[in-house]
């Protein structure tokens, strides 16, 4: 997806990701296999091109469980 925004001169350079810790719902549970209102992360993002004009959103769910993220900010 992305070579293909570059080729069409909409490359992102940049993201917003937002997180959050959220109660599972029933359907996240199942799909989770876990308890319904078990602690979940909650990722919702956006990315933007160099005009600021977004062109990627998502959302995305992962047990509170089984996970680790590295964070690693440069500049």
Known sequence: MYSELKKRNLAVT???RKLEVKKASSEIAR???I???DPV???CTCGYTNKDQKIEYSIATYRG??????IDLKR
């Open 14 to 16: 940049h993201v917003v």
């Open 31 to 33: 799909k989770l296999a």
């Open 35 to 37: 308890k319904e209102n």
């Open 65 to 70: 469980d089984m996970n680790s993220f590295i």
């Open 41 to 43: 992360f909650y990722f």
